[in-house]
Structures are given as structure tokens and as C-alpha cells.
């Protein structure tokens, strides 16, 4: 299947069974439930904060509700005119993005852990899935671009796994668009979803908020080093409104060497094959 034809069926928001092990398992179940938490799902079904995130030392990070739940202004424009092929936004939220992208005759899907969010970006015609990046997804490896704004890129406070997951769900040659932070920042660190109208205390008890799940926050030097290390390179960087983007694609000398490599492989196998016929006989019971 054409990258611009990786399969979005399934609208809704049944979970997925989840594939991930040790760490992606323990993270992503953790931050499913603090994101359908009553302070998160509020927030979007108010299209309005306060929201934060909540670091252990008490630090918030504010949320953008509002401009979640607006149009798509200029900024995610920027970054959605650059897609190529059909889209998957990872961490999709109310939906604004999936949206937009729906309206101009684009295949996109988003997942999202938080049936709020999921619900919402139904209603505004949008393609949704209550799903963690790291459950069974649709089209795996023939998506044309993964999207991950709106500070997405610290999902699962791992960003090279992430990074990793977001390279399987791609086509050969595919592209990710991540917005970073406006900083230089490379900072992991688990957080809460809070909405900041009463400061935590020992009366509340541990999960008055949620639990703490795995977070990073990513300039873009910072992406940009993870990114080298696996192999990704960015094909375009800018900023609007005071948002920094990057687009990543994997190196073509990599691809290029990788593919040889199967190549040459192929052949051996194949010269092998054609002095020994008796081995694919015994191989496969012939």
C-alpha cells in the first residue's frame, strides 16, 4: 500500500491491547490514566484551562487549552503544509489538527489515550482512535508522516524510543514534524496532570491527580542529537509564532547502504539456493 493510502478505518475509541514491554508497558499505562484524568478531560470539554503539568518538585508547565481546542491558526498550518502522504498525529488531543487536515482532502488519523480528547475530534469530523503510540496502530509502516506537536516529542519521557516507534509506523522515506521547546532544553522528568487550583498535599493521596508518568521536554539541538544518533536528519527547520518545528527523514545513504546490504544478502541466499535445491526441500517439506 501507497503511503498515501495507509489504512485509517476504525474510528472510535476502542483501546488497543498494547504491545510495549518493561518500561513502554509501565509508562504508557501510567499516562493513560493521568491523561483521563477529570482535570484533562474537563479542560477539553470546556476548551479551556487551567492545565498543567506538574513536575514532582512542584514546577507547572502550562498547558495551551485554549489553542488546542481552537481552528488550526498559522503555526500548525506551517507544519501541516509540509506533510506528505497520509498523516498520523500522535497524541492528536481535541483534534484541531486531524481536522484540518480532513477539511482539505488529507487521509489522517489520530490517536490519542484520552476518550475526551478522541470524542472531540470525532465531532469536529476528524479520524480518531483511543489508542497509546505504542499499541497496535493501523497501517504500520505505510504512514507518509507522523506528526508530533504541541510538545508530543516527550511522550513517554524517552525520546530516542520514541523516535524509534515513530521510524516503524513510517513508509520507506517517510518524514516526522515534531515541534520542540523554545529553548535549549534536553530535561526528563515525571510529571502530573494538574489543574493547578489546589496544590497537592499528603491529604489528597497519590492518585488525586493521577500518577506521575514519564515526560521530556526537547529543544531542538536536542532532537536534533537523538535524531543523528538513529539516523535522522532534518530535511527543514523553522519557527512560527514562536514555535519551533523540525522535519526529520531517515539519511538516504543509510537507506541506500541498508538496502544494498538486503540486497547482497538476497543474492547469496539465492546462489546458495541454486547449488543446494535440496535445503528449500527439506526447508519447507518438498
Known amino acids: 500500500m501507497s503511503t498515501t493510502d495507509a489504512d485509517t478505518t476504525g474510528t472510535g ?3 488497543g491491547t498494547g504491545t510495549g514491554t518493561g518500561t513502554e508497558t509501565e509508562s504508557t499505562g501510567t499516562a493513560t490514566a493521568a491523561w483521563s484524568t477529570d482535570p484533562y478531560a474537563d479542560a477539553l470539554r470546556a476548551g479551556r484551562g487551567p492545565l498543567f503539568l506538574r513536575r514532582t518538585d512542584g514546577w507547572l508547565l502550562p498547558l495551551d487549552v485554549e489553542r488546542w481546542c481552537a481552528r488550526a491558526d498559522a503555526a500548525d498550518l506551517s507544519a501541516l503544509h509540509r506533510c506528505e502522504g ?10 484541531r489538527l486531524v481536522a484540518a487536515l480532513a477539511a482539505r482532502g488529507r487521509r489522517a488519523l489520530g490517536v490519542d489515550v484520552s476518550e475526551a480528547a478522541v470524542e472531540r475530534t470525532l465531532r469536529l469530523g476528524g479520524t480518531a482512535l483511543r489508542r497509546s503510540v ?12 507522523v506528526l508530533l506537536v504541541d510538545g508530543n516529542i516527550g511522550i513517554g519521557g524517552d525520546p530516542a524510543g520514541l523516535l524509534r516507534r515513530a521510524g516503524g509506523l513510517l513508509a ?8 520542540t521547546a523554545p529553548v535549549d532544553i534536553d530535561e526528563r522528568v515525571r510529571v502530573r496532570v494538574d489543574d493547578g487550583r489546589h496544590p497537592p498535599s499528603a491529604a489528597d493521596g497519590p492518585h488525586a491527580m493521577g500518577s506521575p508518568f514519564p515526560w521530556a521536554r526537547l529543544g531542538t539541538p536536542a532532537l536534533l542529537r537523538y535524531g543523528r544518533a538513529l539516523g535522522w536528519f532534518p530535511v527543514d527547520q523553522w519557527e512560527a509564532a514562536g514555535r519551533p518545528f523540525v522535519a526529520l527523514r531517515r539519511s538516504t545513504a543509510r537507506v541506500t547502504r541498508q538496502s544494498a546490504e538486503h540486497a547482497n544478502s538476497a543474492a547469496v541466499t539465492s546462489s546458495q539456493r541454486a547449488r543446494n535445491p535440496s535445503d528449500d526441500r527439506a526447508a519447507y517439506g518438498s
Do not use: K, Q, S, Y
Not at 172 to 179: M, R, V
Open 172 to 179: 520507506h522515506g517517510g518524514l516526522i514534524i515534531a515541534e
Open 134 to 145: 505504542f499499541d497496535p496502530l493501523p497501517g504500520e509502516g505505510r504512514w507518509g508522516t
Open 86 to 95: 497520509a498523516v498520523l498525529d500522535i497524541g492528536c488531543g481535541p483534534g
Open 13 to 15: 475509541t476502542g483501546t
